[in-house]
């Protein structure tokens, strides 16, 4: 969940066993260059990249060991110009004039030029050159160069720009080890003064001189007339054909929706098996357990505590890691930048624009790195709506929830050739869309209101993702939540199982005590009574408001709660069931009704698709809105917002469950 | 689409010549090559624009576009929503 502060942490723990680095390097480039492949070929450590131009938001830094010194690399946001329009581009600004609070000043800039587009990534770099710093300029992406037949004479270029140009391939490490030797001869040597284009101060802070554009590109151009041998330009290249369907007025938001439905689709039918796998695993671990130990507290709290609570929410890695999957294709071939561009249109009269939307869909995966995606919007109350609203997109925490309620009490028919599970899922992930979209407009139009920012995009090269950098991706963040499992949710589960054995009954002489009486009358039981009023309308019992409680910390611990729950009830000796089977069965102990009809678990769901059930989300949103009395209203409204409508949500869905007839299952 | 006063400050800043064949980006045609004239948009976007290559005498290509305009500039693909298309006048070039 917490994946991009997790990468830093990692590294100012490993950083911080290392000697004091002697040699401190910033990656400077625009967005989509190249840029995190040529720091993951420079460092090795792994890091997310992606196609959409604005993706890499956090500080990430790593380093390597050279003739026994270690260099420092930090890499930083993507930028245009040396004139900052963003939160993200006035980050990477600060700490190339050397300004940034606890970043120290870099020795040497590297530029990343992407050969592709070189004419536009020269801009920067010559504002960079200007800035009489020492410089090295990586040259990536040569092998497409090569491969469209288009020829750079390096040594023109060096000539022209009056420093050091490496060319570099840093999907296969080409041209990396003479970067590094670069780097080293560029920080020793004394940097004679430059001004490439114009004679006017090229400080930062001065307001940029309308014609300064032309004059730059003219001048590069000119370069680029030397340095460059390209074949006739193509008029309409296969991308742009491409385009023209995928971002066509009709087709366009037709395609989109096909794709992600596709996804969530491709998530539920192909998952499903693979979480199965890991389910039988679980329960075999469950048993051995059991069988290997006497009896007791100690076996209790492994088998019921730990195996059955952890377990219940590592059982759904396989899905989170599709999902994870799905997004990173998405945004290494190219598309969800298109994507962004065509949702414009339609997110414009909620007061959103398409780079809004990039941090939404995001929020699919996990709300935290997507609350940091959205410093990529320039507009501060269009970004604070995005931000404030991005909990309500379905993130895969609630995945399990979904999937397990979903596997468990929706039939598996089938409608119109898709499954009715899987049309389940959808219309829950479709649910928190419109609610987060509502909420948007609601917004925009009240409390932030402010005129919207132009959508001015770039749309990268289409491209196939590389099967490295995707599982590289995938793992980093299948990895966290796995983190979480083995920490945060295991000691909820540990707590939730002590509460829910604890206090014991006292029985009377002669009478032996039930599981379920031993449950209600726990620290856990007592409390779920309490609450139970409450979630009554909604069709809830006290043990799914014990549930309710105890993921307040994160919404992965309701499935463990109700795993511990159960596995409580049943007794450790009892055959240990998948969750799913025990839910079916279980029974109102004065009717004799199932607890669990199909109506209550879509309510339940639709509890979680609007709830902010996630300490993670509520801390990085206080953070990114400035922290303060400030950041605590909006945090505070937007959890009050999000519990009220979870309320209304799932009450609406279990009267009108009711009303349509669907209760009686 | 092009107010009179607009079109009185491009005769002076041209010299007075032909203002007929100027356009708003936006009414541009796909494959149409054209030079940008100026930049009437909000200044905070002109600023954005100008560094990406969009600027006062850059030509561009029209790549096509519903809802907005793609834009080639020097090899890279710029997409640019409606409203912005019509505040960015350009002149288009025969070739």
Redesign the interface.
């Given at each position: 969940m917490t994946d991009t502060l997790a990468l830093v942490q990692d590294e100012s723990r490993d950083t911080g066993e290392q000697a004091p680095p002697s040699l401190r390097v910033a990656l400077v480039g625009n967005p989509n260059s190249g840029k995190s492949t040529l720091f993951n070929a420079l460092t090795g450590l792994r890091q997310r990249v992606a196609n959409f131009p604005g993706v890499t938001v956090e500080r990430v830094e790593g380093s390597y060991r050279r003739d026994g010194t270690t260099v420092e690399v930090i890499d930083l946001p993507g930028m245009?110009?040396l004139?900052a329009?963003s939160p993200d581009e006035t980050i990477a600004l600060d700490v190339v004039l050397g300004r940034a609070d606890g970043v120290p000043a870099a020795d040497v800039l590297v530029v990343v030029v992407d050969g592709?587009?070189?004419?536009?990534n020269l801009?920067?770099t010559t504002q960079v050159l200007e800035l009489r710093r020492p410089t090295v300029i990586a040259l990536t992406r040569m092998d497409r160069l090569d491969a469209a037949g288009v020829d750079v004479d390096v040594v023109e270029l060096i000539h022209a720009l009056g420093t050091v140009v490496v060319p570099v391939v840093a999907t296969r490490g080409e041209g990396i080890d003479r970067l590094r030797h670069a780097i080293d001869v560029a920080a020793e040597l004394p940097r004679a003064s430059l001004h490439l284009v114009s004679d006017e101060a090229a400080g930062a802070d001065a307001e940029?001189d309308?014609?300064?554009?032309?004059r730059r590109?003219r001048w590069i151009a000119s370069v680029v007339s030397r340095v460059v041998r390209r074949r006739p330009p193509v008029?309409?290249t296969p991308?742009?054909r491409v385009?023209?369907i995928v971002?066509?007025?009709a087709a366009?938001p037709v395609i989109f929706l096909a794709v992600m439905a596709l996804m969530f689709e491709a998530m539920f039918s192909l998952g499903r098996p693979l979480a199965d796998a890991v389910q039988a695993l679980i329960t075999l671990t469950g048993r051995g357990i059991a069988a290997s130990m006497p009896p007791g507290e100690l076996r209790g709290l492994l088998v019921d505590g730990v195996v059955n609570g952890v377990g219940s929410v590592v059982v759904f890695v396989p899905q989170i890691a599709m999902l994870f999957l799905f997004i990173g294709i998405l945004e290494d071939t190219g598309y969800m930048?298109r994507a962004a561009?065509?949702m414009?249109?339609w997110m414009?009269p909620l007061g959103l624009?398409?780079k809004s939307f990039i941090p939404l869909v995001s929020g699919f995966a996990c709300a935290v790195p997507a609350v940091m995606g959205a410093r990529t919007v320039q507009e501060p109350k269009e970004r604070l709506a995005t931000i404030l609203v991005l909990p309500l997109m379905s993130c895969s925490a609630r995945l399990p929830i979904f999937t397990l309620l979903v596997g468990a009490f929706v039939p598996p028919l089938s409608v119109a050739g898709a499954s009715l599970q899987g049309l389940t899922l959808l219309a829950m992930y479709l649910l928190g869309t419109v609610a987060a979209l509502a909420t948007a407009a609601l917004l925009r139009r009240t409390l932030l209101r402010a005129a919207t920012?132009?959508?001015?995009?770039?749309?990268p090269?289409w491209s196939l993702p590389s099967a490295r950098v995707l599982a590289a991706s995938v793992w980093r963040r299948v990895r966290v939540f796995l983190r979480e499992a083995g920490t945060i949710i295991f000691a909820c589960a540990v707590v939730v199982w002590a509460l829910a054995t604890h206090p014991r009954p006292d029985p009377a002489p002669g009478t032996t005590v039930t599981q379920e009486q031993a449950l209600s009358t726990s620290a856990l039981g007592r409390i779920g009574h309490v609450i139970e009023p409450a979630v009554r309308p909604l069709g809830f019992d006290w043990k799914i408001a014990v549930s309710i409680v105890a993921s307040f910390t994160a919404r992965e611990v309701f499935v463990s709660t109700m795993g511990t729950l159960y596995g409580v009830e049943r007794g450790a000796d009892n055959e240990t069931n998948s969750l799913a089977e025990r839910l079916r069965a279980e029974r109102n102990p004065s009717t004799g009704a199932p607890v669990y009809t199909t109506r209550v678990a879509l309510a339940l769901m639709a509890f979680y698709v609007f709830a902010l059930m996630c300490t993670s989300t509520l801390a990085i949103t206080m953070r990114e809105i400035g922290g303060g009395w400030r950041g605590m209203r909006w945090v505070t409204l937007q959890f009050t917002w999000m519990l009220a409508l979870a309320w209304v949500g799932a009450f609406l869905v279990y009267r009108g469950g009711a009303f349509f007839g669907t209760g009686g299952a | 689409m092009v107010s009179r006063r607009h079109r009185a400050k491009l005769q002076i800043r041209t010299g007075g010549t032909a203002t007929a064949t100027r356009c708003p980006l936006g009414q541009c045609a796909p494959g149409s090559l054209v030079v940008v004239v100026q930049l009437d948009c909000a200044p905070a976007d002109a600023r954005r624009l100008r560094p990406l290559g969009v600027f006062e005498g850059a030509y561009v290509r029209v790549v096509g576009g519903h809802h907005g305009t793609i834009l080639d500039v020097r090899g890279a693909r710029l997409a640019l929503d409606s409203d912005l298309a019509r505040t960015i006048i350009v002149e288009p070039v025969s070739l």
């Open positions: 245009y110009s004139s329009e592709e587009r070189m004419e536009r801009f920067l940029p309308v014609h300064d554009a032309g590109y008029a309409r991308g742009d385009d023209a971002m066509h007025r366009g930048a561009f065509v414009d249109h414009r624009r398409g920012r132009a959508l001015i995009m770039e749309l090269t | -």
